[in-house]
């Protein structure tokens, strides 16, 4: 889901630089957890688990980000030619 997720972002902007791929990673796992858990860590969990590499605040704007990213478009179907 996290891959599939990161593979649309890429293919909607393709000259998006890498410099951001923490940001990226994280935001998407973020998204993809809360997804498919039902009990969820909270935005500021997911601060701890970045290492404090980013603020509360950061994580709330990734969080935003990706969704706006994403179109809001948060379950994405994955087909058998879609699994490599």
């Not at 889901?1 to 998006?16: C, N, Q, S, V």
């Not at 969080?63 to 478009?73: A, G, N």
């Amino acid at each position: 889901t996290i891959l599939r997720g990161l593979e649309l972002l890429k293919a909607r902007f393709p000259t998006a630089p890498d410099s951001s791929s923490h940001r990226l990673f994280i935001s998407a796992f973020m998204l993809a957890s809360k997804v498919i858990c039902d009990d969820m860590f909270l935005n500021k969990s997911w601060s701890i688990v970045a290492q404090g590499m980013f603020q509360l605040w950061e994580i709330n704007q990734m969080e935003r980000d990706m969704c706006q990213y994403l179109e809001w478009e948060l379950n994405i179907e994955c087909g058998p030619d879609d699994v490599k």
